[in-house]
C-alpha cells in the first residue's frame, strides 16, 4: 500500500488527500476538533496533523489510510480517532512507510480507536520503514459492550528506532485478538502491549512473533490485565536468527478478579537443523530455505 493513491485517507509528508464515501466522514483532526466539540476528550491538546475517522452507515469496501514520508528529514506529528457506530462491521487497511531508505525521518503517531456496542473491526496495519528513520506510536482501542476486534500489526522493514505502544480496553462480552509481526534488522524495537479485560465474559490473545535478524535488539513487554470474570491467552514467540541478535521477551499476566482465567506461553527459539538440511535437500540454498522458515515462523 506504499503508493495508495486511491486511499482515503493519505499523507505525503504533510500534504493531506481524502476520498470520501458515503456513510462515514473523515477530516484531518485539526479541522475536526472546530467542527465537534465533543471530540476534544479524545485528543490531547491542539493536533496538529493527522485523521478523524467517523463510520456512521455499514461500509462494505475497505477503508484505507496511507501515510508517507517521501522527503529528508520530515518529522509527522500525528494525532488520529476512529469511530464506529454500532452493530457495524467494518474492514480498515493501514500503512505507514517511507518511500527511500535513507531519509532520516520521523514519525509519531497517537490515536484512539473506539468501537461502539456490537462493533466488528479486521485492522489490517502494516510498517515499512527506512534504515535511518526514527518511530514512536501510542494507541488505544476501546471496545463496548460485545464488540469485537482483530488487530494484525506487522514491520515489514524496520527503522533505525521503533517504539510500539498498544492498549485495548474490552468492556463486557467483547472480544480483542492482537497479532503483532515484526521482521528485525538493524534496528532498536520496543514494544509494550497491555489486554484490560474489564468486563464480565470479555476475551482476549495477544500474539507476537519476532524474528531478530542482524543487530536487531528487540524488548517486548507484554501484559493481559483481568478485572472482572473473563478469559485471555498470551503467546510471545522469538526467533533470533543471527549471533547479533538480542531478544528480550516478558509476558506479564495480571489477574485482579478470581474468576478470570489467564494463560501465557513464551519462547526464544532457533532454526532447526534438521529442518534446513531437509529443505536444501530439495533444491534451495541456505538462505532461501532461511527465508522460508522465517516467513513460516511470521505467519503462524
Sequence with gaps: MKNAENANYTQMDH?????KIKGMEILPSNMAIKKYEWIREYFKGEPKEGYFIWIKEQINLPITTCMNIASESVSQ?????IIIEKNLKINLQGSCNSLKKDLCGRHISSGKIILKENAVLEYNHIHAWGNEDIV???YEFILENGSKLNYDYKINSTPKKIKLNTEVI???NST???KIIGNCENTDL?????IILKGKDSSGILKLRLVGKENAKILSHSRITTEAECKGHLDCQGLPIHKTAELILIPELVCRDNQSQITHEASIGKISEEELNYLKSRGLNEQEAIDLIVNGFLED
Design 136 to 138: 514512536d506510536t501510542n
Design 170 to 172: 474490552c468492556l463486557e
Design 15 to 19: 500534504e493531506v488527500n481524502i476520498t
Design 176 to 178: 480483542a485478538n492482537i
Design 190 to 194: 520496543e514494544i509494550n502491549d497491555n
Design 77 to 81: 506529528n500525528l494525532q488520529n480517532l
